[in-house]
T-cell receptor, first 113, second 113 residues
């Protein structure tokens, strides 16, 4: 499978706990993006990396959120002290620098109870 | 501030007929537009795109039309097939180098056999 891979697919956590999601992009893709999608909405941009550099962060990404891409390959998105409003589908996507089309993974559905 | 709008939450079309999905945008800085298709429990899948220097792009059964003066684009699917039933998202990007995609809220297309 050469697509974007996300793990886990589903996560249920109690309010106040920390959670971490992983994304493995398509291997030759330099750019990696994180989006969040809530019910009835389109995906909303959170942040993106070019290789290991985090180049842009949305104001949606509060201080409780942190993303890393340490070696320019896989990325992690951590949410600290989760809140019920964090419940959403977290989508990862990747693309080549020379190509605008981003390819999405299947997402991680987070439920905060 | 919804910069990309899909005003029809749902659309039903008979199999074999043409499906037309519409999208409006407000930000004149957008210069590249994409359509994504999403099945339940999966991430969005890239369908077709168009640059602002063109007014039409065609790929098999899918054609995207762009009217820059009206800030409007549409996706035509002809002939429509049952497998086309999905949620369709319109997305837009600003000038090259700004890789963030802004998505609409989606239109659920149902193809009636």
């Amino acid at each position: 499978d050469t697509g974007v891979s996300q793990d886990p697919r589903h996560k249920i956590t109690k309010r106040g706990q920390n959670v971490t999601f992983r994304c493995d992009p398509i291997s030759e893709h330099n750019r990696l993006y994180w989006y969040r999608q809530t019910l009835g909405q389109g995906p909303e941009f959170l942040t993106y990396f070019q290789n290991e550099a985090q180049l842009e962060k949305s104001r949606l990404l509060s201080d409780r959120f942190s993303a890393e891409r340490p070696k320019g390959s896989f990325s992690t998105l951590e949410i600290q002290r989760t809140e019920q409003g964090d419940s959403a589908m977290y989508l990862c996507a990747s693309s080549r620098i020379t190509n605008t089309e981003a390819f999405f993974g299947q997402g991680t559905r987070l439920t905060v109870v | 501030d919804q910069q990309v709008k899909q005003n029809s939450p749902s659309l039903s079309v008979q199999e074999g007929r043409i499906s037309i999905l519409n999208c409006d945008y407000t930000n004149s800085m957008f210069d590249y537009f994409l359509w994504y298709k999403k099945y339940p429990a999966e991430g969005p899948t890239f369908l077709i795109s168009i640059s602002s220097i063109k007014d039409k792009n065609e790929d098999g059964r899918f054609t995207v039309f762009l009217n820059k003066s009206a800030k409007h684009l549409s996706l035509h699917i002809v002939p429509s097939q049952p497998g086309d039933s999905a949620v369709y998202f319109c997305a837009a990007r600003k000038d090259f180098g700004n890789e963030k995609l802004t998505f609409g809220t989606g239109t659920r297309l149902t193809i009636i056999p």
